[in-house]
């Protein structure tokens, strides 16, 4: 890193730092999803039925894709976090359990990925919430602690109804760089926004059909910036995001392990999963 970084004083305002003084947090974010009508990709819309071929592309999640995270994982010796669907823990308990007792985390990630909440029925999402909770709890043998919309569509009522059901973190939102506290009716709840968009395999591969090695750019271009940040006393989090049935694909490992192996290079660098972080941000904010 050029040294100027370390020199120059820079202007951001809240005053943030993280575990041995650490000059950036980098992060593993996977998600293993189901769907009911079509996931995210097809060869041919059917808006008038069932999607079965864009159904067996989630398949793939299941099949290999996980397998290939979890191999990932132990090459590089970091864990990451999971976000999964309560539809998930109730079809592929097994495969729930398997990632947790490798020491993933399990997120909530709502009921089904292609069934989102809404603002005018509260009681209805509680009750999802609460399914969701109890399902994946059963699954992966511990309860989640973090939650995250399908797509990140939270309802007005979601983080209120989060913290009553004892939820630590949130993951709807996009508005830093690093996370922090907000209140809701039952306390304060802490917000882990969206930092992965430009390393994340779904809107930077999947879906716009670029090449691997764009996520690569992306990547290091944001690392790098970060990391200077960090050195000049703002340290910052950087996340990387594989979908089991998307980045998980051997296409795009490849590039995956070098993003990781990039960061491993680097000193000062605090390699966690998301409750780790929200575990210290809560810390962090209330000392």
Sequence with gaps: MPSKAKKRKLHYPRKWSWPGGAKIC???NMALESFYRASQLTLEKTSNKVDHFSLTYAEYGFKSGV???MDLMDELKIKGSCSTNGL???RHPKIVRALADYGVEIVAHAWAQDVTVKDDDPQGELEDMRKVTRVLTEAAGTRPIG????GSAMSANTLDFLKQEGYLWSGDDMSDDIPFLKETKHGPMVILPRVNLPHNDLWMWATTRTPPDFMWQNWKATFDQLYAEGEAGYP??????LHAHMGARPTLIPVARQMLQYAKKHKGVWFARRRDIAEWAMQHETK
């Design 26 to 28: 980098v992060s593993l």
């Design 67 to 69: 397998w290939r995270l």
């Design 88 to 90: 998930t823990g109730e």
């Design 147 to 150: 939650w995250v919309s399908q």
């Design 236 to 241: 910052k989090w950087c996340e990387l995001t």
